[in-house]
């Protein structure tokens, strides 16, 4: 009988030291940590554009006539002041003689009157004209003036009208679209209807980049940052750009009714493009030097703000912080820890089960910490 007993107070004790062991085992989570330390932040905001000229001029015309000639064709080379295109000169050149001819019997008249004047003032001075005769002749006199200034007013607006039949180039650059052809109406703009664009000029040896940040970053966004592009054309290439004009006002909605902002970009390197290649953009908007930073993925957000879990010997703790400048991998720590404290960064399946004081086992301190693919790099 106490053989018995013996033998079931071992199976008890083993059965008890198995399930205290089993219940030890699954109160522990297994986690991946990181140890706080400092490193350089840079925060990014990206975007995606196209490369455009600096000056970039639609050219139309301010007199409405059909278009004669055209001189200039795309990928042609012009300079200011080069004629573009010849417009029919027919019907101002017309209004510019008949001007002439009224200006010239205004003239005429005007002469008569104002000898007619000088005489009707002598003898008003001498007594032998009524004072009316006199009022009329100089009426007479001050309104043929006035008529006489009207007409060389209407004889300058109708020469400058002739000489708008000769459509030259605003500035030096390439033409790179003729939108009409010889025969065609060119037509002036009003308020209501866009007038004709016969062609467009840019300086070619001036570009930039015109992106478009989402309404997430562009808050962050200033005049002067540092921005690196990547160009389709040039694969494999960066080149150094700085922000020079911020739009407040949102230009385009891409999928899911994104709002976009454009920003313009200056390229600091010398580099031949062409309008419309595609460029991305980003944008250095915060700096943080030899800050204590952690991964980006060690951190949490609920109701109350950002948080980590930091391991204090075998349990894990909900700690409260405050970020500062974050980049694509890092955050820096601003207040909550210090460095050399180790907080958890994975795996997310155990991150989310994690609870205050809950016991945790390290499986892996991470030495090095990247965002390609979704993985760790570990050493």
Request: glycine content about 8%.
């Amino acid at each position: 009988m106490k053989k018995i007993l013996a033998i079931l107070s071992i199976i008890i004790l083993f059965g008890v030291f198995v399930y205290v062991n089993k219940r030890k085992k699954e109160g522990y989570k297994e986690v991946n940590v990181v140890v706080v330390s400092k490193k350089d932040i840079r925060e990014w905001v990206e975007g995606d554009g196209e490369a455009k000229p600096v000056k970039l001029v639609n050219v139309g015309s301010d007199v409405t006539a059909r278009i004669e000639k055209i001189l200039k064709r795309e990928g042609d080379t012009v300079h200011k002041g080069d004629t573009l295109c010849i417009l029919d000169a027919s019907t101002y050149l017309a209004k510019v003689k008949e001007v002439k001819a009224k200006l010239e019997m205004d003239t005429y008249s005007f002469e008569n009157s104002r000898q007619n004047y000088e005489r009707s003032l002598r003898l008003y001075q001498k007594g032998l004209l009524s004072r009316k005769a006199f009022e009329d002749a100089k009426l007479s006199f001050d309104r043929l003036s006035a008529v006489l200034k009207q007409d060389s007013s209407l004889l300058e607006q109708a020469k400058r009208n002739l000489a708008r039949t000769v459509i030259t180039s605003p500035i030096d650059g390439v033409v790179l679209a003729v939108n009409k052809e010889e025969g065609e109406m060119a037509i002036v703009g009003t308020v209501n209807t866009p007038g004709s664009v016969i062609m467009t000029v840019a300086e070619m040896d001036r570009m930039e980049v015109k992106g478009y940040v989402d309404e997430t970053g562009i808050l962050k966004v200033r005049r002067g940052q540092k921005v690196v592009i990547k160009l389709d054309a040039f694969a494999g290439r960066r080149f150094k750009g700085e922000v020079y004009r911020v739009v407040g006002m949102p230009e385009s909605a891409g999928q899911g009714n994104v709002v976009t902002y454009p920003v313009y970009v200056r390229i600091k390197d010398s580099v031949r493009l062409l309008p419309g290649m595609s460029a991305s953009i980003r944008i250095m908007v915060n700096e943080a030097l030899d800050v204590p930073s952690i991964p980006v993925e060690a951190i949490g957000r609920d109701k109350k703000g950002y948080y980590v879990w930091r391991v204090e010997g075998y349990v894990c703790r909900k700690q409260r912080i405050e970020k500062g400048a974050e980049s694509f991998e890092f955050a820096e720590i601003v207040k909550g820890l210090n460095i050399g404290d180790t907080v958890i960064v994975g795996p997310l399946s155990a991150m989310r089960e994690l609870k205050d004081s809950m016991r945790v086992k390290i499986k892996e301190v991470i030495k090095k910490v990247g965002r390609r693919h979704g993985r760790f790099n570990r050493t």
